[in-house]
C-alpha cells in the first residue's frame, strides 16, 4: 500500500533513489541539492538502503564515479545544482557517449556570475545537447515518481537521465506525497542489466580513442567509426519517446497517476490560447488560465515534461489548434530567445500550424512569477496580436527595462 507522507521535493528524490535500490551514490554538496544526499547518507547510515556512499571532492569527481560505478554493472544516482552541473559538463558527454544508465537530480538554479542560489532553469538547459534525456516536474509527487520512472528509461534506452526540478519552489517545499510501496516499485523496475563486458580473462579497452572512419579489430569483424557510433546514440534518443511513454503508463497502471504522454494538458480541450512551459512556471500558469477564462478567454496550458528528447509530434497535436502560443521560460539562450521557444517553432516549421507565438522569459535568479503577472502578459500580448502581424516577440515579465 502507498503512504502518503508530507515531505520537501529533495526528500521525495532521496526517496525515489532508495525505493530503485542503487548501490552507489556519489555525493558532493551544493546548494539547492545538498539535501538529497544529506537524506541518502541518512537511509545508508540506518541501514535502510545498502549502498556504496562515496563522499568526492567535486561534481566532476562525482559524475566520474558514476560513470565507473555503472561500467562495472552498479546502478547508481548522484545530484547537483548550477555550476555542480557546469563542473560536470565533460563528463556528461563522456556519461552518455558511453551509453550509461545514469540517473541525476538536476535541482534547477541559477547560473553566475552574478551568484545566485535561487532558482531558475539556465542550468539544465546549458546542457541539453549533452545526450541526457532531460525530464521536468512540476511537484512533489512527480520528482518521486519521475525518478523511478528514469531508471526504468535509462536502463532499456542505455542512456543516462536528467530529473530537474526548480530550486526551493519544490526541493524545500513540503508537500503531501504518495509513497509507492517498495514491492510495486519491484515490479516495475527490473534489475539493472549493464551492456559493458569486465571480464580479467577476456580483457578489452573500454572506450578507446576511434578512428574516423570504420575499422576492424584485431578479430577481423569491421568495427564502427566515431560517425557510426553517434548515429546509433541519435537513432536510440529518438525512439527513446517510445519507450518513455511506455514506461509512463505501465507505472500509470500501477500507482494510478498519469504519465502516460510527454506532455500534461489543462483545460485544453476547447482553448484558443495555449500557454507551455516545464516545471513549476507551467503550474503557475494553470491559475493563470483560470484568471484567463473567468474574462472569457480560452486558455489552457500545455506543460512540457520531457524536454530530450523533444516530443516533436505531440506539440505538433498539442498545437494544432491554437489561436496563439505563449511559451513560459526561466532560461534564455543569449542573444536569440527561449529555448524551448526556439524548438517549438522549429517542431511547427513546414506542419501548416502557424499561430502567433510570444515568447515570455520569467523567473531568472529566483524572480517570483506570480500567476496575476502571467495574465496580465498574455492579456497584453494578445491585444497586440490583434492589432498587428506581429508573429515572434520575447517579453520580459516583472523585469525592469
Same mark, same amino acid.
Given at each position: ?11 521525495? #528524490? ?30 545508508v547510515? =540506518?541501514g ?18 558514476c560513470?565507473? %560505478? =555503472? ?31 545514469i ?5 534547477? +538554479? ?15 538547459i ?23 520512472q #528514469? ?19 519544490? =526541493? ?9 510501496? %517498495? ?5 516495475f ?36 567509426g566515431?560517425?557510426?557510433? +553517434? ?35 489543462y ?5 484558443e ?6 516545471? =513549476? ?16 478567454? /480560452?486558455?489552457?496550458v ?5 524536454? +530530450? ?22 532560461a ?12 517549438? /517553432? ?15 522569459? %520569467? ?6 512569477? /506570480? ?11 494578445? %491585444? ?8 515572434? /516577440? ?8
Amino acid at each position: 500500500m502507498a503512504e502518503v507522507q508530507i515531505m520537501t521535493g529533495n526528500t521525495a #528524490a532521496a526517496t525515489a533513489a532508495k525505493l530503485c535500490q542503487v548501490q552507489v551514490i556519489a555525493a558532493y554538496p551544493i546548494t539547492p541539492q545538498t539535501s538529497v544526499t544529506e537524506t541518502l547518507s541518512q537511509f545508508v547510515e =540506518s541501514g535502510e538502503l545498502k549502498a556504496e556512499y562515496v563522499r568526492v571532492e567535486s561534481e566532476h569527481s562525482a559524475m566520474t564515479v558514476c560513470i565507473s %560505478a =555503472s561500467t562495472v554493472g552498479a546502478r547508481v544516482f548522484t545530484s547537483t545544482s548550477s555550476h555542480g552541473l557546469l563542473y560536470m559538463h565533460e563528463q556528461l558527454h563522456w556519461a552518455a557517449g558511453s551509453r550509461l544508465p545514469i540517473v541525476m537530480c538536476c535541482v534547477n +538554479r541559477g547560473v553566475g556570475a552574478p551568484w545566485s542560489i535561487f532558482n531558475d532553469q539556465q542550468d539544465s538547459i546549458s546542457q541539453r545537447d549533452t545526450g541526457w534525456i532531460q525530464l521536468y516536474c512540476r511537484d512533489n509527487q512527480e520528482i518521486i515518481d519521475t525518478v523511478i520512472q #528514469a531508471y526504468r528509461i535509462a536502463e532499456e534506452v542505455y542512456a543516462p537521465v536528467m530529473v530537474c526540478y526548480d530550486g526551493f519552489v519544490l =526541493s524545500h517545499t513540503m508537500m503531501p506525497v504518495s509513497v509507492p510501496d %517498495a514491492d510495486l516499485v519491484k515490479t516495475f523496475l527490473p534489475a539493472y542489466k549493464p551492456h559493458t563486458i569486465l571480464n580479467a580473462e577476456n580483457p578489452r579497452n573500454i572506450n578507446p580513442v576511434i578512428f574516423p572512419g570504420m575499422r576492424k579489430n584485431s578479430a577481423g569483424i569491421l568495427c564502427d567509426g566515431y560517425m557510426e557510433i +553517434r548515429y546509433k546514440f541519435q537513432q536510440a534518443l529518438e525512439k527513446a519517446g517510445d519507450v518513455i511513454v511506455a514506461a509512463g503508463k505501465q507505472y500509470s497502471k500501477l500507482t494510478g497517476r498519469d504519465y502516460s504522454e510527454m506532455l500534461w494538458h489543462y483545460k485544453t480541450d476547447d482553448a484558443e490560447v495555449l500557454l507551455t512551459g516545464m516545471g =513549476s512556471i507551467a503550474t503557475e500558469a494553470t491559475v493563470a488560465v483560470d484568471q484567463l477564462r473567468a474574462r472569457g478567454i /480560452k486558455a489552457g496550458v500545455v506543460g512540457v515534461r520531457v524536454f +530530450r528528447p523533444f516530443p516533436s509530434i505531440a506539440v505538433q497535436q498539442a498545437l494544432k489548434n491554437a489561436r496563439a502560443v505563449i511559451v513560459l521560460e526561466k532560461a534564455i539562450s543569449y542573444g536569440f530567445e527561449g529555448a524551448l521557444c526556439s524548438d517549438i /517553432k522549429a517542431a511547427l516549421y513546414g506542419t501548416g500550424i502557424n499561430p502567433p507565438i510570444h515568447n515570455f522569459i %520569467a523567473g531568472l535568479g529566483g524572480r517570483d512569477v /506570480k500567476a496575476r503577472e502571467i495574465f496580465e502578459a498574455v492579456q497584453a500580448s494578445l %491585444a497586440e496580436m490583434n492589432s498587428n502581424d506581429s508573429k515572434n /516577440k520575447t517579453i520580459w515579465i516583472n523585469c525592469r527595462k
